[in-house]
Nanobody
Framework: QVQLVESGGGLVQPGGSLRLSCAGYGIIFRLYHMRWYRQIPGGERELVAY???????NYEEFAKDRFTISRDNTKKTLYLQMDRLKPDDTAVYFC?????????WGQGTQVTVAS
């Protein structure tokens, strides 16, 4: 059974940091292109960052210079390091895997940035 399982969310003060993880089960993780998305209540899911199977990265403008996407294929895990967090970063964060049109989503992890 294929599963993407996120962890690492929580409550953090503005200016703080969090590292999200997404573990992949039931897939050949190293072959998948991976993304982080986020969604605020009542809003649409928006792309945060992308990492290809061979490690190329791309970020949405709001994530540049604050967020870092990475992957450890030996651990079948995707990461999102988030620094200098702002209240506007409050959302549910989802990981997404894609290979040849086959796509999978995690269940999401809540990130709340508040003092």
């Amino acid at each position: 059974q294929v599963q993407l399982v996120e962890s690492g969310g929580g409550l953090v003060q503005p200016g703080g940091s969090l590292r999200l993880s997404c573990a992949g089960y039931g897939i050949i993780f190293r072959l998948y292109h991976m993304r982080w998305y986020r969604q605020i209540p009542g809003g649409e899911r928006e792309l945060v960052a992308y990492i290809s199977a061979d490690g190329r990265t791309n970020y949405e403008e709001f994530a540049k210079d604050r967020f870092t996407i990475s992957r450890d294929n030996t651990k079948k895990t995707l990461y999102l390091q988030m620094d200098r967090l702002k209240p506007d970063d409050t959302a549910v964060y989802f990981c997404h895997g894609e290979l040849g049109g086959r796509t999978y989503w995690g269940q999401g992890t809540q990130v709340t940035v508040a003092s």
